[in-house]
């Protein structure tokens, strides 16, 4: 998706953060789920500087998954996590993506049921 000046905040929140934005975003900007929710649904008005904020927040960069970038780095780094701890977490992921595959390969009966 192309972010443009008038593009709607909440497309570039769901951008950002996947389908479920709300509590992420609550959680980068550092406000309740609540206050998202009462600009979603217009009942107080979004700050000025939010909708390009975010807009401009979405990455453009040619393969690159956005909602990746809104939920694994914005989140985990808005949570606490400096840029070595999110590294380590992401090695853990991808090893655990290699068990699996490792135990898929090896007819684990609970990975081909996750498989489907």
């Known amino acids: 998706m192309t972010m443009t000046p008038t593009t709607d905040w ?13 509590a992420p975003l609550s959680v980068v ?7 998202i929710e009462r600009w979603r649904d ?4 979004v700050p000025a500087h939010v909708p390009p904020m975010l807009a401009a927040g979405v990455p453009t960069t040619s393969g690159f998954s956005s909602d990746l970038y809104g939920r694994k780095v914005l989140r985990l780094v808005a949570e606490g996590l400096d840029l070595a701890m999110l590294r380590d ?6 090893a655990a993506i290699d ?3 490792r135990r898929l390969a090896a007819g684990d ?7 489907g």
């Open 89 to 94: 977490s992401l090695r853990a992921e991808l």
């Open 10 to 22: 909440k497309e570039s929140a769901a951008a950002l953060f996947g389908p479920d934005w709300i």
């Open 109 to 115: 009966a609970l990975a081909k049921i996750a498989a």
């Open 29 to 35: 900007l550092g406000c309740s789920r609540r206050t």
């Open 99 to 101: 068990e699996y595959e």
């Open 42 to 45: 217009r009942v107080s008005p």
